[in-house]
């Protein structure tokens, strides 16, 4: 069976594969996660991979459902960078902010520690 005919399960554990060698948090069960909870994981991540779309309704519905025409040009474009991206996987963990309640940030010093976070990050 060629690639294009593959199933939309089939390819979404393609799919599910290649998300799991950038981060192997995506490492899930396709049958037992929700559709819209997948959505939002996998949408979240190519936005902090830099894919470019509209991540519109379309585009959600495409991923939902394993759609051929959403699916194969997110596998083109991550294969074609699969080295940049996944260095960029690994140091967005480390870009994301960090929510810290506001009743900790009072304390000098975790304001301190969180403020020399802060300029880490941003370097």
């Given at each position: 069976v060629g690639f294009d005919e593959k199933?939309?399960?089939?390819?979404?554990?393609?799919?599910?594969k290649v998300l799991v060698f950038l981060d192997p948090k995506h490492d899930v069960d396709l049958r037992e996660e929700k559709p819209?909870?997948?959505y939002q994981r996998i949408a979240e991540f190519l936005h902090i991979l830099?894919?470019?779309?509209s991540f519109d309704i379309e585009f959600q519905?495409?991923?939902?459902?394993?759609?051929k025409n959403t699916i194969h040009p997110i596998l083109y474009w991550m294969l074609s960078n699969l080295d940049q991206l996944r260095k960029r996987a690994?140091?967005?963990k480390f870009c994301m902010n960090l929510d810290v309640?506001?009743?900790f940030v009072r304390?000098?010093?975790?304001?301190h520690?969180?403020?020399?976070?802060?300029?880490?990050?941003?370097?």
């Open positions: 199933e939309p399960f089939e390819l979404m554990e393609i799919f599910k819209e909870a997948m830099g894919y470019q779309c519905s495409g991923i939902i459902s394993g759609d690994y140091l967005a309640p506001e009743e304390e000098e010093q975790v304001y520690i969180f403020q020399s976070y802060k300029e880490l990050q941003s370097q």
